[in-house]
């Protein structure tokens, strides 16, 4: 499933701390069809050879597979061919996702991928993007939409293919992504919000599906058909 | 997108009113992976030649269509590669349901199809397998099990692909189809019934649950990964 045409493996992690919005800078490095500003890049070289399959340190995994069951991490689904969406993973669904054959996973939170995730990230060559987005609560919240239009370009680049979103629940962040991805789609507002909410249920923002529903997807590159 | 494994073009309708349980014929019709007694079988000749792209009689399709905006069915979600789910398509859906290029619709309702979803069917050359299901409500659902499992086998036959799964909201006999998809994946159960939930919200049957975590799925060809 893995796309051959992107052949570095390094992972990209957009460092929370360096991408206040007061400082993104206009100089960028060409990520393909994502053009990601410098600032928001820390460049993270992974040794590959000997980290192919290599365990996660939890036990849980090995069992959980010895079992022959999959977890699948929260809120886990299927949004387009080879992008999908989450929850954050756990170590017990780390063993669903190498089905997934990741080559790419997009982070939404500020917060420091943690080590035990960051090691299966190397084990099985997948490259973070970590768009940092503070998950607060209503009314405080703030949605930076150029880091969204950023993420989204990431999302939309099939050499990152096959690809997970991310945030924390899977409910906000992740969602406002998806529905932006949606719109560039062309999809109805309806269906964006109804997706939306099929996600995050009862808790739900109306500042999200405002967010979504002014999102200009005009500078973002037309899907080819 | 599409699978050339397959040629035939025909409409392949499970005819409901034939296939009470206890008239179910082990001679069967080899669809593939999927062995479909022939009695659920009515065979329904294809004009081909002059149907493509024949647009259906709604004028609602050209104006979504028009405006650049698309709307998928009720409770549309990507399943797999290749295998979608949603509730029961409406003439505005026509549009949307061209970009996804599908092969075939696994449909469970007993109701016959409506004339002008036959129509957007010829007109695409998409296949048709229904399996009716009764669409009662609690303490009297009856969940047939057998043709679940028959219509299962259809969604797992990549020649098949890419097809859309669809009932009448998209909550119940699509969530059990798609629950047993899951299972056969290896997926926890409260995975399963996470995913079941997310669709049925408000709706969600234990019975539902219940048929799922019992249904066995050893007789089911494995998965190739």
Redesign the interface.
Known sequence: MKNDGEDSREVVSVDPSSCSRSRMAPTSVDMGMARIPEEFLVQQAVEEDDCHRRRSPSSEVPA?VAE?????PL???????GVFRSGFPETTNFG?LE?LKLRSIVYLCPEPYPEVNKEFLESNSIKLFQFGIEGRTEPFVHIPGERIREALKVVLDARNHPLLIHCKRGKHRTGCVVGCLRKH????LS?VF??YQ??A?AKARVCDLRFMELFDTSSIKPLS?
């Open positions: 959980a022959g069951v999959f977890v699948p809120n886990f689904a299927m949004v387009n061919d669903f089905t789609q062309k999809w109805c269906s109804d997706e099929r996600f249920a058909t």
